[in-house]
């Protein structure tokens, strides 16, 4: 949409500002309530459990550093600094990738694996508690489209989730 060049603020209308104050609330409650219920069961934080579950969902368990971060959506510094935890922790290892010795990939050890496997369903249940069990199936087909909207908007190189 194109908008004319002012020196005024584009200010929100009212349901534009009912709207981004809900969105905000979301996006500062539900990682927390994610986070919290995820150190009670595992002892994991969000991004964390992300690495772990994007490791879990890879051929042999294993992912080259730089497509870990995309599917995790952090930068490879703060998932470098996260592996290192997780490998302190026995849950992770990583190695140079044989294919490009320039590379590192991530492998989900068996300790890992099995951390996983018992953290899911409560994540899920998590997951649904907070978000699917409050909406319609066509209010989820919407949140994804608005969601995927926004990325794009955010990132126009940014790969949707359902893709990778």
């Known amino acids: ?9 584009r200010w929100l209308n009212a349901a534009e500002r009912r ?23 595992a002892g994991l934080r969000f991004f964390e459990y ?3 579950a994007g490791l879990s969902e ?7 550093m730089s497509d870990l971060a995309a599917f995790a959506e952090g ?14 922790r026995g849950l992770v290892v990583r190695s140079p990738d044989p294919d490009d010795r320039r590379a590192t990939r991530a492998t989900l050890t068996e ?3 099995d951390l996983i496997v018992r953290t ?8 649904r508690t907070y978000v699917f069990d409050n909406l319609s199936d066509t209010q989820v087909a919407e949140l994804t489209a608005i ?7 955010i990132d126009p190189q940014h790969e949707r989730p359902a893709d990778r």
């Open 1 to 9: 949409m194109e908008h004319e060049q002012t020196n005024e603020p």
């Open 19 to 41: 709207a981004w104050l809900a969105l905000g609330g979301v996006i500062l409650r539900l990682p927390t309530a994610l986070d919290g219920q995820l150190r009670r069961d």
């Open 50 to 52: 992300m690495v772990m």
């Open 58 to 64: 890879a051929p042999d368990r294993t992912r080259r």
């Open 75 to 88: 930068s490879l510094s703060r998932l470098s600094q996260v592996v290192s935890k997780l490998e302190q």
């Open 111 to 113: 300790e890992g694996w």
């Open 120 to 127: 899911a369903p409560g994540h899920v249940e998590a997951v």
């Open 147 to 153: 969601a995927e909207h926004l990325l794009q908007a």
